[in-house]
């Protein structure tokens, strides 16, 4: 297997504020690592905190703080959290390449290349807008993979609302972060956020493609 294809299916580059201290995650191999909040502003204002993961190894973590400057690139990926009760799945972009100090332009891009592991949900909002959500295997190297949410409007939600489990997309877009209301049983509610991939642009590989 060539490792630097695995690479290149999952690509993210986000650019912002850092929203509060590095939270130290766990430790391997003696390597340390740590997670923090970077609130990435769109055009028209609204800001996606996209949770981040960096090693100690890769950064100085102890010279930064919440509200300096970072730009990070790195990978989406996915993990279950295991509690009592049932497993959840997390994400957060793993940091390869992180800078501090420099212009900051609230760049928030992602490039996923991976399948289709369980059918798209398409719905319709009150207003009658067309969304659907997608979750998509996105392989590493030496057998592992990332499980990551999605989530596309109009025509897109459309389009994909037709395609099925295994089918292989080209996805380009950006990581958004989301609050909504769950509940939990009859008498409470509490917000919550998710973080997924909004899809500016998808591309459904076909087997002649992938062949050539």
Not at 46 to 65: A, G, Q
Not at 111 to 135: Q, S, V
Request: aromatic share 12%; with cysteine; charged share 30%.
């Amino acid at each position: 297997m060539d490792n630097n294809i695995n690479r290149d299916n999952n690509r993210v580059v986000v650019e912002g504020i850092v929203e509060d201290d590095f939270q130290f995650s766990h430790e391997k191999f003696g390597e340390k690592f740590y997670t923090f909040s970077l609130g990435c502003k769109r055009e028209s204002g609204i800001v996606d905190y996209v949770p981040v993961m960096v090693s100690n190894r890769l950064f100085p973590v102890k010279e930064i703080k919440a509200g300096d400057q970072l730009s990070v690139e790195g990978q989406f990926r996915s993990f279950n959290e295991h509690n009592s009760i049932k497993n959840k799945l997390r994400v957060h972009v793993f940091a390869t390449e992180i800078y501090g100090g420099e212009e900051i332009f609230n760049k928030n891009e992602i490039f996923l290349d991976g399948y289709l592991c369980k059918n798209p949900w398409y719905r319709k909002t009150p207003l009658g807008r067309e969304i659907a959500d997608l979750l998509l295997a996105v392989n590493r190297p030496y057998g592992k993979s990332d499980y990551i949410p999605c989530i596309c409007w109009g025509r897109n939600a459309r389009y994909v609302d037709s395609l099925e489990v295994g089918c292989h997309i080209k996805i380009y877009g950006r990581v958004q972060s989301r609050e909504y209301l769950k509940k939990l049983d009859e008498n409470t509610q509490e917000f919550r956020t998710a973080y997924e991939v909004s899809i500016m642009k998808l591309e459904v590989i076909t087997d002649e493609e992938q062949s050539d």
